[in-house]
């Protein structure tokens, strides 16, 4: 029986909320002073409705300085895009009227360039010296020790202060003593990443910057570094890396 209570009055309050929410809709929609405001203006005619809000609206905004502030601002804004555009548009359309010190100014058209899809291709075609181009440092020397994977380059025997020349053209990289081992050294740059290494040198008689040939006496035989005798130590790098002197050098016999 209390549950039947209890169930029966739940209802009946759900009902009366419900009513309750009803009226108060029907208030806010028809009741309310905006509402009525609304319901006056609609039926007016057209034009009094307009000057009658149009009234109410500047009467609200000179009692709310805020408001007045605000549509100040927003006016001050719009008439700013307007004469923007317009100073834009009329000056687009008078480029070519633009004088400066009397010549006119013309503006050139922004319109696409299309891409260039044909390819020039020109160059110059330059002579490689061949293996049998390039000659031995010193003359009727003999290698007294070849290349291998514990020696990098060829040790060339000849008498004291034989004349060393470079295998072929090319630029002094450097010209000095280095304490590695090679004693007074000299190095020469032949391009297209060839480089030649000359060791154990008595004289130097080159600089930095000078430009070599084959005929071209850049040091001769001696015994500085470490060595047990008179001779040359020649390297090859292509690179960055050694390689035999005997894979650019004629076959001796």
Sequence with gaps: MEITKYIKRLLIYSIRTKKARGRSLVHLIFKTPIS??????????????????????????????????????VLILALTCVSTAEVSAYFKTKTQEIKVNGQPILVAATTAKKPNTEVEISGNVVAKAEPYAYSYPVDNGQISQGYSAYHNGFDIAAPLNTSIHPIGSG???????????????????????????????????????????????????????????????????????????????????
């Design 36 to 73: 009525k405001q609304v319901r006056k203006y609609l039926s007016m005619e057209a034009h009094l409705a307009f000057l009658t809000s149009a009234r109410l609206l500047k009467h609200q905004i000179s009692i709310r300085p805020r408001i007045k502030l605000v549509v100040a601002v």
């Design 171 to 253: 630029i002094v990289e450097f010209a000095g003593f280095v304490g590695d081992g090679h004693g007074n050294e000299v190095r020469v740059d032949h391009g297209d990443g060839l480089k030649t290494v000359y060791a154990h040198m008595n004289k130097i008689n080159v600089r930095v910057g000078n430009m070599v040939g084959p005929t071209s006496t850049i040091g001769t035989i001696g015994l500085t570094g470490r060595t047990t005798g008179p001779h040359v130590h020649l390297e090859v790098w292509n690179h960055g890396a050694t390689i035999s002197p005997g894979s650019i050098l004629p076959q001796k016999n």
